[in-house]
């Protein structure tokens, strides 16, 4: 299966979040309407979809199943403690730790034999998790996120269970800053401007407003194509057909499929039909990074940057 595919897959079987809440030796539950995590301190017990875990201190052995994971992990100041990661993991550049395993089908004897003293996930395929808590290792699920919001709480528990909480704070705190300034700098009435994102150039593939990065443009203010032919069956990642795309003309298009796939505005324009198209005529179609676009964690704010300086870009075009 296509990298591409895989995290279309991944991202439309999660769904919305799966709330987590954190239990502290003094506390009571943290509800997921709290933005932020609060510190905890060790032991703590962790209450996750795998189940309630006991971390007796900071983990020094933790193997990281899931791309976003991996980033928030490292971007928090836990990378040294990380000692596997799942093969999809890609970022940071420099400092993942050679040891990989597929998330989609892991090996769970190779893992259990790492002896990890925490596993971090975001799917869990043939029962991983109880697996993996049978063998008396710690499994904290971390769902695909929905919202910003998941993604602070993601960064500040994941800061808790690592014994890192005052920098992932300082992380969450500083994505939230750089949305809340991009929404700013757009508008709030604006002339209407219509989307589409493309995740996969072969099947048309796309996102709704309900999803990640769907919110953060809906945020924007814009009109996602894809909305109107979602169901409740695609998870928010509609199948399109070139033909829906055409006939839905959309001012502005984003490619998150420039490394899986290398489009560009030239190859876009190449399809029959696209040349015509008002984002293709007016050279507003706009390539990001895959992974970024597809990814929850701390570069999320690089992502908002990017969505933000583009809306604002086609704006101007769009009056002229």
């Known amino acids: 299966m296509h990298r591409i595919t895989r995290t279309i897959a991944l991202l439309a079987a999660s769904g919305a979040l799966v709330a987590t809440a954190l239990v502290g030796t003094a506390g009571g539950p943290v509800g997921a309407a709290s933005a932020f995590a609060p510190k905890l301190q060790f032991p703590m017990t962790i209450t996750s979809p795998a189940g309630s875990i006991v ?3 900071a983990p020094d052995r933790v193997i990281s199943l899931s791309p976003t994971a991996t980033e928030d992990l490292f971007a928090i100041g836990a990378g040294h403690q990380v000692i596997a990661v799942d093969d999809d993991s890609n970022y940071p550049a420099h400092g993942l730790p050679k040891t990989r395993f597929d998330a989609f089908t892991p090996n769970v004897e190779a893992m259990i034999a790492l002896r990890p003293d925490l596993v971090v996930v975001s799917y869990n395929p043939d029962n991983l998790e109880a697996q993996l808590t049978a063998a008396g290792i710690p499994v904290l699920e971390q769902d695909a996120a929905s919202t910003t919001g998941d993604t602070y709480q993601q960064l500040t528990w994941l800061g808790d269970a690592t014994g890192h909480y005052a920098r992932s ?57 894809a909305d109107a032919a979602s169901t409740t069956l695609d998870g928010g990642y509609p199948e399109l057909s070139a033909e829906y795309v055409i006939s839905a003309d959309p001012d502005v298009i984003f490619l998150a499929d420039t490394i899986c796939c290398k489009q560009t505005l030239t190859t876009v324009k190449k399809r029959p039909g696209f040349a015509l198209l008002t984002a293709v005529k007016d050279k507003l179609v706009f390539g990001l990074n ?13 992502l908002m940057n990017e969505l933000t300086a583009d809306v604002l870009t086609a704006l101007k075009t769009l009056r002229k």
Do not use: M, Q
């Open 55 to 57: 971390l007796k201190k």
């Open 169 to 225: 704070l300082t992380v969450a705190r500083g994505i939230e800053g750089t949305i809340a300034k991009d929404e700013a700098e757009v508008p709030s009435k604006h002339a209407p401007v219509s989307i589409y994102f493309e995740l996969d150039p072969t099947y048309y593939y796309s996102l709704t407003s309900s999803t990640y990065a769907g919110t953060l443009l809906k945020d924007l203010g814009v009109t996602n194509i």
């Open 290 to 302: 895959d992974d970024i676009a597809s990814r929850w964690g701390p570069r999320v704010s690089i």
